[in-house]
């Protein structure tokens, strides 16, 4: 599929800029959700620029941990999963107090009952090279710094500078916006955030422990404690295996109700403390500083999609309320939206290209929408005012039902339609909330 190049805007003559490089799709960023949709994108016969600003490989602040969810769609795109890197999970091990349970992955017919854990290091590569073997073409070292628009307000491209500070134009009709958590594309097209919604805070590190290492679960812990109170932290620890000698450690959090933003370095070296000194977390086995990020959820951001603009991933603000996971969502979130665009193109420039395109939005609300509505409410009620201790009190772990059910609910793996009475349960419940309004601009 090829399209007539669009014609260079006098905008883009007035900064200056060269020649613009031409293409059917731009696609900004190239972590899980950009590679994702580029990926989708080239396989379809779309020609498809991803720009990425750093150079792979590159550091970026993630727990590693993949849940089925997210295994699923590495599967989909044909990524080789059973190579050297990739640590496989049976699932979760939870710690509340004195009580510690197994939930083993669920056996369902849609999802592979199994995660993943991949240092982002290297995992963000891999699926920026997938895409590359596809068909796209990548641009690392690429900044992009202000979207291009014509007289209506439309993106047209977009402009950035190269590493040595060369200017860079860059057209076409449709632009994806996979910038993350700042959201610049977003935002200088005047999509802003919805500022009721929180935004999480996460900080992790690496540290050598052969002995946690190989472990089969990852690990989440629920009891930990605002620094200086006794009240439990908005949120959870994690230490997830690597199958390298090392662990991946953090802390995602939500602001107190009460107490405001917590201290994630002091919180995780006063829970650090508590674990066994044979696990080896402790400073003199620390690999690199702490590093911390925001995560925006339970899409913070709307409308997903404007004057062909489509935001995918943290950039829609598509961080999962119940859990903090967003690597699975970017990923998803990317496919969906290539096949928006896919279909656009092919189409002639109009209404009825726009009505395709204004159907990602669609499509995500119906996919996530209640689901993250109702999550949206756990966090606001619930978890920003005393974590998710209450929630798993001894009753509930000592209920391997309850248990089941309710790491299903925080993963979001049901199968639709239903095919046992957890799926049954937590598909009514969700079915009940109602329906967001999809905002469109």
């Known amino acids: 599929m090829r399209e007539t190049k669009?014609?260079?805007s006098p905008q883009d003559e007035r900064a200056g800029h060269g020649p613009a490089e031409e293409a059917q799709v731009?696609?900004?960023?190239a972590g899980p959700a950009g590679s994702s949709a580029a990926f989708h994108l080239a396989r379809a016969g779309i020609d498809v620029l991803l720009l990425e600003k750093a150079v792979f490989p590159r550091e970026k602040v993630c727990g590693d941990g993949l849940t089925p969810r997210a295994v699923h769609q590495l599967i989909r795109m044909g990524i080789d999963i059973t190579g050297p890197g990739w640590m496989r999970s049976r699932g979760m091990r939870w710690v509340a107090g004195k009580h510690q349970v197994h939930i083993d992955?669920?056996?369902?017919?849609?999802?592979?009952d199994f995660g993943l854990a991949r240092s982002r290091h290297d995992f963000d590569d891999i699926l920026a090279h997938h895409a590359v073997a596809a068909g796209a073409r990548l641009r690392n070292g690429v900044k992009v710094t202000r979207p291009v628009t014509d007289r209506a307000g439309r993106i047209t491209g977009v402009t950035a500078v190269a590493a040595d500070g060369e200017p860079l134009a860059f057209h076409?009709?449709?632009?994806?916006?996979a910038d993350g958590a700042s959201a610049r594309l977003a935002l200088a097209m005047g999509v802003q955030r919805d500022k009721n919604r929180q935004i999480a805070t996460a900080a992790r590190r690496y540290y050598r422990s052969p002995e946690r290492s190989q472990e089969e679960y990852l690990e989440l812990w629920a009891d930990l404690r605002f620094p200086g109170t006794d009240h439990f932290l908005p949120g959870y620890g994690w230490i997830f295996p690597m199958g390298d000698g090392r662990v991946n450690v953090g802390l995602g959090a939500l602001p107190h109700r009460r107490h405001g933003t917590a201290d994630l370095r002091a919180t995780l070296d006063r829970w650090l403390a508590r674990t066994p000194h044979a696990w080896g977390l402790r400073e003199e086995n620390a690999e690199g500083p702490v590093r911390s990020a925001a995560l925006p959820l339970g899409f913070n951001r709307h409308p997903l999609y404007t004057r062909g603009l489509l935001l995918v991933g943290d950039s829609g603000g598509m961080v999962s309320p119940w859990n903090g996971e967003g690597i699975a969502q970017a990923m998803e979130a990317g496919e969906v939206a290539a096949e928006s665009a896919t279909l656009a193109l092919a189409l002639?420039?109009?209404p009825r290209r726009e009505q395709v395109l204004h159907n990602y939005p669609?499509?995500?609300n119906r996919r996530w929408g209640r689901y993250y509505r109702l999550g949206n409410a756990a966090a606001d009620l619930v978890f920003s005012r005393s974590g998710f201790q209450p929630v798993l009190n001894r009753y509930v772990m000592g209920s391997p039902a309850l248990l089941n059910t309710l790491a299903r609910l925080l993963t979001n793996l049901t199968d639709k339609p239903s095919r046992d009475a957890i799926d049954h349960v937590l598909n009514t419940a969700v079915r009940l909330v109602p329906a967001p309004r999809v905002r469109k601009r």
Do not use: K
């Open 26 to 29: 731009i696609v900004v960023g």
């Open 105 to 112: 992955w669920p056996a369902l017919g849609g999802y592979p």
């Open 348 to 350: 002639p420039r109009g």
């Open 6 to 8: 669009p014609e260079q």
């Open 362 to 364: 669609a499509e995500m």
């Open 172 to 177: 076409a009709p449709i632009v994806i916006a």
